[in-house]
């Protein structure tokens, strides 16, 4: 079976791929509140994979599981975490020339996270642990919200740059 460092593995590599995804979006967008909101939400990001890191140095992963069920394990989890959209690689944010379809993308990104994350939290046993995934839940809820509220505050959907 997979651990639970396993799974903070991939929460770390879930919350860098939004980083360097928003990082992208910054080089293809010229206006100032899309600028500063992916700035915001890159900060976030990089902000959550040092949270979930620091949580990964705190398990005592030392546990005698069988390497071969592990490895299974991993496996698994990997191609279930793969059918969500959490790795934006195939998706240039440069490519992209409507700000509507960023955004969407965006907003399904996160959604895709929450849904993870949402799916993790039995498994925290830790209150503590369990908590920095209920804030993190909540700060990427929040972004959903922005990223919609962007839309629906009638800016245009211009072509990005």
Avoid: C
């Avoid at 005698?64 to 279930?80: M, N, P, T, V």
């Avoid at 503590?128 to 990427?140: G, H, S, T």
Wanted: proline share 2%; aromatic share 8%.
């Amino acid at each position: 079976m997979f651990t639970f460092s396993d799974i903070l593995d991939i929460a770390v590599k879930i919350e860098e791929n939004g980083e360097a995804y928003y990082r992208r979006a910054l080089k293809s967008v010229s206006d100032p509140d899309l600028v500063r909101m992916f700035q915001w939400l890159a900060e976030e990001e990089a902000a959550h994979a040092d949270r979930f890191a620091d949580m990964r140095t705190r398990i005592d992963d030392a546990s005698k599981e069988d390497s071969q069920l592990a490895g299974i394990g991993r496996a698994l989890l990997r191609d279930a975490v793969s059918e969500k959209g959490f790795s934006l690689d195939d998706t240039e944010a440069a490519d992209i020339s409507r700000v509507k379809t960023l955004i969407d993308l965006s907003v399904t990104f996160e959604q895709d996270t929450v849904d993870f994350y949402n799916l993790l939290r039995p498994f925290v046993a830790d209150a503590q642990d369990r908590q920095l995934l209920d804030e993190i839940i909540a700060q990427e809820n929040e972004h959903i919200k922005r990223l919609q509220s962007f839309l629906a505050s009638g800016v245009p959907d211009f072509n990005a740059q």
